[in-house]
């Protein structure tokens, strides 16, 4: 089953022209509507009349999560506000969020694509599916949710943890599909069994996973136990949030809804345009977005891009599964981290050295992060319970600002091993 057979399978040649019609509409509207953007055209010697057909897109400015940090929290929006009827957040590189607005019409084409990547992975309305992805401020929850309405599913709208409870209500309400990270589906997977159930007493067929990087073999390990079919979906909150692309029953590579986000990549050195099957930086035009329109927002995420007709019927233009970062944000339980926002609190407390290394690990398929913080030289804690006061304070610290619990541990100053060149601050012992 194809959802919008018209766009899903239109030929390359019309693609183009739909999205060259989009993109002239686009530059002209955040020209007129976000300073912004008429600034970095401006500088850049562009004007909206530049722009005649897709084939331009390289003359306009990229965006990154900063340009958004830096207008937080609504600076970038092109609507007034009181066309805007949703807004999600997500982490930006220090204390401040990244904010993005919907319109209504912006709802309207999230449920459309969400739809889309669903039927790709052949959900329908006879389907129950558990929405296990956080619901709030994250676009997961909410967003696959809509979609899932959308194709007429039962939504279960349990958002994430609580793995009994999840257990539980999977096997009484007869959940069929399952949507949650990876992570998190093989954490079920292995709790089945410790709570007094087994593959028997589910229903569940397909796996809809996504918003952290994981690969082909995990997505085998995943189908294999919970005997279901898994999909990759793809997305990120400045571009919509989930939806952007999703597999099909192949697997190769996701299929971009490139009529309302224009893919392409470039290279992460020299920001040039790179030629389909060559990796680099994926990059996005929000072709059709109104509350938040970005052009060319650069992800940091690693990819290549192939145009070929997928065996599907499909000719929407499908990027392989992301293979990487080209930054050092950290994914941890589905919660985006940089190191450096750990660094802003410590420095914000001004209690410890500046010193300090994390460690990130998995235990029983859940992400653990774990801080290690030199004592400053200046700052003697005298007793076992100042120390426990501290790394308590740390730790509340932590929370409060990134939204994750983390394990701190307090060490003698100049114990963390110094680095020659650029400081490495993370060890990441998920990576197989
Ligand atoms: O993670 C949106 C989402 C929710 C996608 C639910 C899929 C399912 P952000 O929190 O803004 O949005 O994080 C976006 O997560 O730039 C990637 O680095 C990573 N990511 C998301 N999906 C995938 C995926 C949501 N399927 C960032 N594979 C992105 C690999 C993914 N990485």
């Not at 897709?54 to 609507?79: C, E, Q, S």
């Not at 939504?155 to 793995?163: E, L, Y």
């Not at 085998?220 to 997305?235: Q, S």
Request: charged fraction near 25%; hydrophobic fraction near 35%.
């Amino acid at each position: 089953m194809i959802w919008n057979e018209k766009i899903e399978c239109m030929s390359r040649e019309d693609m183009r022209a739909l999205q060259s019609e989009r993109l002239i509409e686009l530059v002209n509207r955040v020209y007129n509507n976000v300073a912004f953007y008429r600034h970095r055209m401006e500088e850049m010697g562009v004007e909206p009349s530049d722009i005649k057909s897709i084939d331009d897109i390289v003359k306009l400015p990229f965006t990154y999560k900063n340009d958004l940090r830096d207008h937080y929290p609504f600076g970038l929006f092109a609507v007034p506000m009181k066309d805007i009827v949703r807004v999600h957040a997500s982490s930006g590189t220090t204390g401040k969020p990244t904010t993005v607005g919907y319109t209504k019409n912006d709802i309207k084409n999230w449920r459309e694509v969400l739809a889309r990547c669903l039927t790709m992975a052949g959900i329908s309305s006879d389907d129950v599916m558990q929405v296990s992805y956080g619901y709030g401020l994250f676009t997961g929850g909410l967003g696959v949710h809509y979609g899932a309405e959308t194709v007429g599913c039962t939504v279960i709208p349990i958002s994430g943890g609580n793995t009994r409870r999840q257990l539980q209500l999977m096997s009484d309400f007869g959940s069929t599909v399952l949507a949650c990270t990876p992570s998190y589906a093989l954490h079920l997977a292995d709790a089945l069994a410790e709570n007094g159930y087994s593959l028997k007493d589910m229903k569940l067929k397909v796996g809809v996973f996504g918003a952290e990087p994981w690969t082909e073999n995990m997505r085998l390990e995943l189908e294999k136990k919970w005997g279901i079919k898994a999909f990759d979906i793809y997305g990120l909150s400045e571009i919509m949030g989930p939806g952007v692309a999703n597999d099909c029953i192949h697997h190769v590579g996701l299929h971009v809804h490139e009529d309302h986000f224009f893919p392409e990549i470039v290279d992460s050195g020299t920001k040039l345009p790179m030629a389909d099957g060559e990796e680099g930086e994926l990059v996005f035009t929000t072709l059709t977005k109104e509350g938040i329109p970005l052009l060319r927002y650069n992800t940091r995420d690693l990819s290549t891009l192939n145009r070929s007709t997928c065996k599907c019927g499909r000719t929407t233009v499908r990027m392989k599964k992301i293979t990487g970062r080209s930054d050092d944000m950290l994914i941890i339980r589905g919660v985006n981290l940089f190191p450096s926002q750990i660094e802003h609190v410590l420095l914000e407390m001004g209690e410890t050295s500046a010193h300090y290394m994390l460690y990130v690990d998995r235990e029983n398929n859940l992400d653990t992060l774990e801080l290690k913080v030199e004592l400053d030289e200046t700052n003697r804690m005298e007793t076992i319970r100042d120390l426990q006061m501290l790394s308590r304070k740390i730790q509340h610290a932590l929370n409060n600002a990134i939204g994750l619990s983390v394990k701190v541990t307090l060490v003698e100053p100049k114990t963390i091993a110094r680095s020659e060149g650029k400081a490495v601050r993370v060890v990441d012992k998920r990576k197989k």
